[in-house]
């Protein structure tokens, strides 16, 4: 699902395309894994306490022992860096 009114989303819009065809494109972005960044995710005791040692570890999953890790891609344009940095 997508929040439309959202600032981040239609900051992000094009000013050649219409808004609906923009979230088509995200929409069809969404759905397409080969454009997603790799991410491994686990259960590990060892690493969460290592980012909470480090205080690098976000609040909402401070007491859990999940990790999840998402890597940069090189291909990502300037405008997906500053969506996926947001977050």
Do not use: G
């Amino acid at each position: 699902m997508v929040y439309t009114k959202d600032k981040l989303l239609t900051d992000c819009h094009p000013s050649d395309i219409s808004f609906e065809e923009f979230l088509k494109d995200c929409e069809s972005a969404i759905n397409t894994s080969e454009l997603h960044s790799d991410e491994r995710s686990s259960d590990d005791e060892a690493l969460a306490q290592k980012e909470r040692d480090d205080k690098d570890r976000p609040e909402q999953i401070l007491n859990t022992n999940s990790v999840i890790k998402v890597y940069n891609k090189q291909w990502r344009s300037t405008r997906v860096c500053n969506v996926a940095n947001y977050f």
